[in-house]
């Protein structure tokens, strides 16, 4: 499904001032070359940053792509113009990628060495040509007279380029590629930009930080120790004891997931960075060279000789790998800006007027942070009062309030609009999800509901159940009836679609083949969300809703009057899953005439709601006394930490946390992450597919598929208990990973969202007020007049492409 960008621009309408704010009020900020940024967070660039992925939050990997040493970027080049009048991107910010340090890159593809020597791109025309002049690049327009995205990539005409097609298709069929460094391009300078001897960079430096990365993984880290007879000192064993999280990533099986040989890259005498397959294999590397380039900090450079020098041999001691960078202080930088300050409140980075020629960029940069991160409104209200004066250098339009938009809306004319996008790439879009095995000694749930939901009874619910025995048939069935009994569009105060899945929106789609307009999950939305909903069972088969998706439950909460919050609450199928889940309840107590009623909390993460939501919340309720009497969930709102850990880290109730990190960001890491997580239960899930026959056979299709391969490796679990099942899944968990990563990859775009489809309808249908995707995904920016500032791509917001327009 085609995202429309221009989708998010409000219509420009006349509208009636009530706050009159002038720009012109006061100048507090004199220095145009001077950005200002506050952000409603806390500073988390500390001692540490420098040992923590870029992943690790978006205020790190903006400071990383600024002051870090890099061999290749993606260049960003002009603001997009806008034609409000007509929602076109008359011209969009553009796009290719650069060389930094690199200097070459030799690809080793189809038994020949293809070399890329330059980053040069065409010239671009906007502007039709009857006859196109050679080494020119017209664009396709899109959308009318303009474009619909706001960023274009500029290819090249010159075969040796990086931004030729040549380039990534080489990369997409290879043994490997090494790069040399241009020494020429910087030397390494210290927090005050001063240096003592001019100290160019080479291969090793950033062949150290590969080094550094691979250190962080506790395996590696102990076979080096154990390899070069080195020992950590007590302070250093305190340091990973209390940051355990930073020294134990899993860099080694990153490189292994590529099938990247670590030894030949370790290479310090080789005066090139090798990035070769074991055994020279063949392979696609064109995911992997995107993301370790451009969006990790696996290959940033450090100072190999400053570093030896200082603490001596890299293979005789390992103090620097605790010492280095321990405080901005105490490191060099050697790219386009350098630290000159850090504290809890504020960040200062200085251009580097060594590594490039003047041309009118940002001297400075100062981020301000709220150590308390106050009420979004006030903090909104504030940065609206400090932008009239130029005390902040941006503003977020979505954080201020109504009338505040309006002024500016009224006066657009006047104002300098720009666009950016938080993109999520790493952490779960939500942490909670469906808890498909509760083990525990107390249970947010009585034993009436245990076995219809889970098939058990509560007493039974223990390590000591028979897998074959969880998750019956008929439980299947009365779980999915439950699961989507509430119409999650009934949530949304904004027209938000609901993303029911723990997959970060904004992940790549990384598939054997490909499709149109298929590039970021986000744009597979309709079909990662068709719930599969059992109705009843006849004979061995389940029955399903039929054709069934999410967006016919935002067509229905759309139709429906903003005031009937009851009504909108209901799914589109209502009616069909009344009928089946109360023929489940009735079946139940004609069998069971003395249980007790069917009674379980529902545990809702609601750290910061308005009253607005919680009285939609108070509704909720209502939908489930319509099925039957017998039927008692109790809505419970989650405000507090302790509440947190009680219903969602303690296995008690009917949701539970799962968290993860990814590294390389798309779909296939993603769906094996699920696979090998002991604590989502989709692995046993699985293994008991085939207690479920479907009379739709594209129901779990691609986990029949992935269950029959698992069996044809012998990677099956027949039977035993829970505790026998966990303790076998540990034992074969690197086999299963080193198959299943085989078997992802070969698997096509189609069978790829299925998957995660399956994934999703299996532990992300929980009722959640982080289940939502705004529409909107670009968020307009006003920045300050004299600012040109090139739209981030996919999260990557290089800051010293912005241009400082001096006539402003």
Request: aromatic fraction near 14%; hydrophobic fraction near 35%.
């Amino acid at each position: 499904m085609k995202k429309t960008f221009l989708h998010l621009i409000i219509p420009l309408m006349v509208l009636t001032p009530l706050v009159v704010v002038s720009c012109e009020k006061n100048n507090f900020n004199q220095e145009k070359r001077t950005f200002i940024d506050h952000v409603n967070y806390a500073n988390d660039y500390n001692y540490l940053a420098t040992y923590q992925a870029n992943s690790a939050s978006d205020n790190i990997q903006k400071i990383n792509l600024m002051s870090e040493s890099k061999l290749l970027r993606i260049k960003t080049k002009q603001q997009p113009q806008i034609d409000f009048r007509d929602s076109i991107v008359i011209k969009p910010t553009e796009l290719n990628y650069q060389f930094e340090y690199a200097k070459s890159i030799k690809i080793s593809s189809n038994n020949e060495i293809k070399t890329f020597s330059n980053d040069l791109t065409d010239e671009v025309s906007y502007e039709s040509e009857d006859q196109p002049k050679p080494n020119i690049f017209y664009p396709k327009k899109d959308k009318g007279n303009g474009f619909n995205l706001p960023y274009l990539f500029i290819p090249s005409s010159d075969k040796n380029s990086i931004n030729h097609p040549d380039f990534f298709k080489a990369l997409a069929n290879s043994k490997g590629f090494s790069i040399t460094v241009d020494s020429n391009q910087g030397f390494w300078i210290d927090y005050k930009g001063n240096f003592e001897n001019k100290t160019f960079l080479s291969a090793n430096d950033f062949k150290l930080n590969i080094l550094k990365t691979a250190l962080l993984d506790k395996n590696f880290r102990n076979q080096w120790l154990t390899d070069h007879n080195l020992e950590l000192s007590e302070d250093e064993k305190s340091l990973i004891s209390e940051n355990e999280n930073l020294f134990s990533n899993d860099f080694i099986s990153y490189l292994n997931s590529y099938h990247i040989d670590l030894n030949r890259l370790l290479d310090f005498e080789s005066d090139s960075l090798n990035f070769f397959t074991i055994n020279n294999e063949q392979r696609d590397l064109s995911d992997f060279f995107k993301n370790i380039f451009l969006y990790t900090n696996f290959v940033d450079g450090l100072p190999y000789e400053y570093i030896v020098k200082k603490y001596g041999n890299i293979k005789q001691q390992i103090s620097w790998l605790f010492d280095y960078a321990s405080n901005y202080k105490n490191r060099l930088y050697s790219s386009y800006y350098f630290i000159s300050s850090n504290a809890n409140n504020e960040i200062n980075l200085i251009r580097n007027k060594n590594y490039r020629p003047d041309k009118n960029d940002l001297e400075k940069i100062t981020i301000k942070y709220n150590s308390i991160p106050i009420s979004t409104s006030t903090f909104g209200t504030q940065m609206y009062n400090a932008f009239s004066q130029n005390i902040v250098s941006s503003l977020n339009f979505n954080a201020l309030d109504v009338n505040q938009k309006q002024e500016i809306l009224t006066k657009y004319a006047e104002y300098n609009i720009g666009y950016s996008r938080q993109v999520k790439k790493y952490q779960p879009h939500n942490k909670i999800i469906n808890n498909l095995l509760p083990i525990a000694k107390d249970h947010y749930f009585n034993s009436t509901f245990s076995e219809l939901y889970y098939g058990v009874k509560l007493n039974e619910l223990t390590e000591d159940l028979n897998v074959r025995k969880i998750n019956s048939s008929e439980s299947y069935i009365f779980r999915t009836l439950i699961n989507n009994l509430i119409n999650q569009y009934g949530f949304s105060e904004k027209n938000d679609d609901i993303w029911l899945s723990q997959a970060p929106e904004d992940i790549n789609i990384l598939a054997s083949s490909q499709g149109l307009n298929y590039n970021f999950l986000r744009d597979a939305l309709v079909n990662i969300s068709k719930p599969y909903i059992a109705t009843e069972k006849q004979g061995n088969q389940i029955n399903t809703i039929a054709n069934n998706y999410q967006f016919k439950n935002k067509d229905y909460a759309n139709a429906v009057d903003n005031h009937n919050i009851s009504k909108k609450l209901k799914p589109h199928n209502f009616e069909i899953i009344k009928k089946y889940l109360n023929q489940i309840i009735e079946d139940y107590y004609q069998k069971n005439p003395n249980a007790k009623n069917i009674e379980f909390d529902i545990p809702i993460k609601a750290f910061a709601i308005n009253a607005s939501i919680r009285n939609i919340v108070a509704k909720i309720n209502s939908i489930f006394n319509q099925i039957n009497q017998h039927l008692k969930p109790k809505i419970v709102l989650i405000e507090n930490f302790d509440q947190y850990e009680e219903y969602f880290l303690k296995n008690k109730s009917i949701y539970k946390e799962n968290d993860f990190k990814l590294l390389k960001a798309n779909t296939q890491e993603f769906i094996i992450t699920e696979i090998l997580s002991l604590n989502s239960n989709i692995f046993m899930f699985i293994n008991n597919l085939d207690n479920y026959q479907f009379t739709d056979a594209n129901i779990f299709k691609e986990m029949k598929k992935y269950l029959e391969f698992l069996k044809t490796h012998k990677l099956n679990f027949d039977h035993g208990s829970i505790k026998e099942f966990n303790d076998w899944f540990k034992a074969h968990k690197q086999q299963i990973q080193r198959e299943t990563t085989t078997y992802l990859e070969k698997l096509k775009l189609e069978d790829n969202i299925n998957f995660i489809n399956e994934i999703n309808n299996t532990i992300s249908y929980v009722l959640s007020f982080e289940n939502q995707i705004a529409n909107e995904t670009f968020d307009k920016i006003i920045y300050q007049k004299f600012i040109q500032k090139p739209i981030a791509f996919d999260g990557l917001d290089y800051f010293q492409d912005i241009l400082i327009e001096s006539n402003n």
